[in-house]
C-alpha cells in the first residue's frame, strides 16, 4: 500500500511541536490517540527523544502508521496500539496524552469515553494536551470554522467542532483542569490539562 500522507499534518507540526515542546519536556510516555497517518508521531518523536512517543489508532489505520514508523527507525517509536476508544484500553500508564483532530470526527458519546478512559491510563500528574478547532461560549470563533462545521455535518451528522466549555467539563470530571489554552494558526486551539493529584 502507498504511504499515506495528511497535508494538514505537514502545515501544522512545527507550531504544535513548538507550543507542546516546553509542557512535555518533563515527560517521559506520551499516549497519542488517533494517530491518524503517524507523521505528527515521527516529527515529534525526532524532536523529543527524551519522550517514547506511542501510537494508537483504529485497527485499520495501522498499516499506513506503521509506514512511517519502520522508515523514520526511531528507537522511542514503539508499535502502534490498535484502540478504539469504545473498546480495551492499553494497560500501561501514561504522564502525558496527545490528541490532534479528532474530537471534531468522533461522535460526542465517543468523547465522553476518551475522557471517561483518562483516569485509567494515566499518572497521577499527567499532562493532556489536545489540538483543533474548538467553539467558544457555544459559537465558532471564525467564518472559516463555521463553514468547516457545515463541511463536517454533511459528511457525517456526529461530527461537529466542540465546544470548549464542555469539553473542559468531561476533563474535570476525569480530574484534569485546564491550564493552558493557545491560539494556533487557521482558528484552532492546543489546550492542555493537568492531571489534579
Not at 505537514?10 to 512535555?24: C, G, K, S
Not at 494497560?91 to 461522535?107: C, K, P, Q, W
Amino acid at each position: 500500500m502507498e504511504k499515506p500522507n495528511a497535508p494538514s499534518c505537514e502545515r501544522n507540526r512545527a507550531p504544535i511541536l513548538d507550543a507542546v515542546r516546553a509542557p512535555f519536556a518533563d515527560r517521559r510516555h506520551v499516549l497519542e490517540i488517533g494517530s491518524g497517518t503517524g507523521q505528527h508521531a515521527v516529527y515529534f518523536a525526532a524532536a523529543m527523544p527524551w519522550l517514547q512517543w506511542q501510537c494508537s489508532e483504529r485497527e485499520e489505520h495501522l498499516p499506513g502508521i506503521r509506514q512511517w514508523l519502520d522508515e523514520a527507525a526511531l528507537p522511542n517509536t514503539p508499535a502502534p496500539l490498535a484502540l478504539d476508544v469504545n473498546g480495551p484500553w492499553p494497560a500501561e500508564r501514561y504522564d502525558a496524552v496527545f490528541s490532534a483532530n479528532t474530537l471534531h470526527i468522533m461522535g460526542w458519546n465517543e468523547v465522553e469515553q476518551l475522557f471517561a478512559q483518562l483516569q485509567a491510563v494515566t499518572t497521577a500528574d499527567a499532562k493532556l494536551a489536545i489540538y483543533g478547532p474548538f467553539n467558544v461560549g457555544g459559537r465558532y470563533t471564525s467564518e472559516s470554522n463555521a463553514a468547516f462545521d457545515e463541511w463536517l455535518q454533511a459528511r457525517g451528522a456526529h461530527m461537529r467542532i466542540r465546544d470548549a466549555e464542555a469539553v473542559d467539563a468531561l476533563a474535570q470530571a476525569a480530574g484534569f483542569a485546564l491550564t493552558d489554552d493557545v491560539a494556533m494558526p487557521a482558528n484552532n486551539r492546543l489546550r492542555f490539562w493537568q492531571r489534579q493529584r
